[in-house]
């Protein structure tokens, strides 16, 4: 089977974002939607798509961004039912996402199957409509390649893929999905059986209405518990209450009396009823973040630190109020742990109402999940794996059970009287006394059918760096391990608070490549799987330094961080960066400097320099002109390359996606490449070592940069004063934009003469030492330290 046109039946919100992110995979894309009443009459074309572009148009605007870059919409065609449904027999592929009606639904598909030729794929995306009613008039030929395909939204975002299969599907097209999603769509694909909600919805909605039930019950305010069940648990800030006004309220009340409708003998569900506070709210059509407020209410104030104030919901009053402060200790402790694993089971055993329902909930969510094997899954990687990738969750209800300990939670499961599944009580009689265990580098899960541990499928296609932590390291650090990851690769993995590159990461980096050239290895990769590759350099060194007045001290930094970018340039061995999330400052201009890097499509990555009063000095602003001089042809002008580059760095541009880093410079189409699975980002970076080693050739020096010296000068400070006088930047601004054109252009020479990198290095390092000097620059630092934002002074 081969896609390469997709159409999308509905242009809703899920529909548009379908269509734009099918477009960032690379896929043409054909969207319709229903003519309007009143318009069916009408012939000109822009009337009778009025609903199919106003809808595409709107997501495209919308935030977060549905497309990797805006030019991808190009890629999108629009038109309608009535006029272009016969345009679906070119399509491999054919996504139906209109209204949550079933015979609607229906009636749609009994179109389709006059249009979609003979072996091409239909799904739904519904979310709560049985697979099998849908399909179940249609022809032998449809029902055989038709499934649900259950995205979350934003699609772009949100990784998981539900796979439901019908009755009729051949297993061939759902194992098709089980591919096609993970390598060309980047999503975590999850197999689930045809019952309500499927997995994910049906799980988290529990979750969620739980812990609303068990706030009001216990007297905690909204604001608490979202500390607790977001950061405190290891899920997002959004935690509880605010996932509700993200998804919306409306949303979530409609799913869970779907889920208690449907399922009469799920008698955990069946205790849990909308609450007062939520028919109070849904009302009022205060449904969330898309009527401007729900559980929170955003006003137009400003508190002292000069953020918005926003109000939360007292469940009792049903007013809105500032939230209160209390005195939890639970609300400490969860501060305190920086560990996910070690913070949720300090949280488990406090007594406090925090930790009372944080020890509820997460008791009540494991004998709920446990219950639900194997009604909606025969696999318990699947529930886990379904609400990490679905919910945002750091864990799965089997994994939290881990955490926590199989014996202490199935202890106090029957203490507080809850139900234990029987294949739990299975496990106990066997002396099971864990969900998942890793055995030489492979993760085993519990398997019920075989009450044995089994390899957890498909995980051999992926570097799993969890799965190596068995074996001794290569090399490790406070702040770094090394990882033989295999076929005579290594993996330095950043291990600081928040990955910020430090004295340790960049002593590990010189000593890993120093291993990787003298004992015989094949290449490295940089990489990690921490939600961020790294958000750049350790800004309080740098700060404490300057304020110290510490010279000597930074600039031994400074040229370490420079030597170390520039060992990963002219190593004897390939070296490759795999980078996901925040790529800031230090970590682009380490990945600038490898030979290729492997980019997860969700790769946020810039040079913010100028933001704490600095300039790119990791080698980033010399790379910047080394790239520039690269871009030179015969007959070119020049400038409005220098101009391009200069702007880049000069405003601390930060691209939103591998494809916006390829645009703006910071990846390179001749070397780098980007990969939509995030999952997947270090074995291809693996894969991409091995390419290189047989036949690899140690870099020369260079020493061909041209550089465009005082004309370059020249344009770029006409344009710097420029921007002053039209009051765009502040007097500082201009001294930093300054120092990067002098580099950029390298200084004050005439003509455009040939440098090498070694001077460009050290005027790179003269300029941000010297900025490091500057009072505005040690109160951005300050400023961003205690504020965690820039300041533009």
Known sequence: MIIKKIAVLGSGVMGSALACHFSNCGFEVLLLDRVLPGDEDEKNPLVRNKVVNQSLSDTVKSKPAPLYIRSLSEYITTGNFEDDLSKISDCDWVVEAIVEDLSIKQGLFEKVEKYRKKGSLITTNTSGIPIHMLSRERSEDFRKHFLGTHFFNPPRYLRLLEIIPGPDTEEEVTEFFMRFGDRYLGKETVRCKDTPAFIANRIGVF??????????????????????????????????????????????????????????????????????????????????????????????????????????????????????????????????????????????????????????????????????????????????????????????????????????????LKKEGLPIAGWIKTMEKDGANRFYKNEKGTRLYYDLQTRDYLPIPGQEQFVILDNYRHQTPVYKNDEVTLHDIGDGVLCLEFQSKSNAIGEGILNGLLESVRIAEEDGWKGLVIGNQATNFTVGANLMLVGMMAFQ???????????????????????????????????????????????????????????????????????????????LSDSFFVGDVQMPSLIKQFKTLAM?????????????????????????????????????????????????????????????????????NEIFKGHFASEHDIKIAKKIAWVLCGGDLTGTPRVDENYLIEIEREAFLSLCGEQKTMERIQHMLEKGKPLRN
Not at 314 to 337: A, C, D
Not at 578 to 596: K, P, R, S, V, W
Not at 605 to 625: S, Y
């Open 207 to 412: 979750a969620m209405s739980d812990i609303y039930r068990l706030t009001k019950k216990l007297g905690l305010d909204i604001a608490t518990v979202d500390k607790l069940t977001g950061p405190g648990l290891g899920r997002p800030k959004t935690g509880t209450f605010r996932l509700g006004d993200l998804v919306g309220l409306d949303v979530a009340a409609k799913v869970l009396a779907g889920m208690r409708e449907n399922c009469p003998e799920d008698e955990m569900l069946r205790e849990l009823e909308l609450p007062g506070f939520m028919e109070h709210l849904i009302d009022k059509n205060y449904l969330g973040n898309k009527t401007g407020q729900g559980f929170y209410k955003k006003t137009n104030e400003k508190d002292e630190n000069g953020k918005t104030v926003i109000l939360a919901l007292n469940l009792n009053t049903l007013e809105y109020e500032e939230s209160p402060r209390p005195k939890l200790e639970s609300l400490s402790v969860s501060k305190q742990i920086e560990n996910d694993a070690e913070r949720v089971k300090a949280l488990f055993e406090k007594t406090d109402e925090g930790g009372r329902l944080i020890r509820k909930s997460l008791l009540r969510l494991m004998a709920y999940s446990s219950a639900r094997i194997p009604e909606i899954s025969d696999h318990i990687y699947s529930v886990d794996n379904a609400m990490k990738s679905g919910f945002g969750w750091g864990f799965g209800p089997f994994e939290y059970w881990d955490i926590l300990g199989f014996e202490k939670v199935t202890s106090e």
């Open 652 to 720: 601390g541009e930060v691209a939103t996606s591998a494809d916006q880093a390829f645009e703006k410079g910071y990846l390179l189409h001749s070397k780098d490449k980007r990969v939509l699975n995030v999952k997947r980002n270090i074995s291809e970076a693996k894969r991409e070592v091995l390419h290189r080693a047989d036949n690899y050739l140690q870099p020369r020096p260079r020493k061909d940069i041209t550089v465009l010296g005082r004309g370059g000068l020249a344009t770029l400070y006409t344009a710097a």
């Open 549 to 627: 007045q510490q010279w000597d001290e930074l600039f031994y930094a400074v040229k370490t961080f420079q030597n170390a970018n520039m060992r990963c340039r002219y190593s004897s061995v390939p070296v490759v960066a795999a980078t996901q999330g925040y790529t800031f400052g230090g970590g682009c201009e380490m990945l600038m400097h490898c030979d290729a890097t492997v980019a997860a499509a969700e790769s946020y990555i810039g040079l913010v320099e100028v933001g704490v009063g600095l300039l790119p000095g990791g080698g980033g602003t010399k790379e910047f002109a080394v790239r």
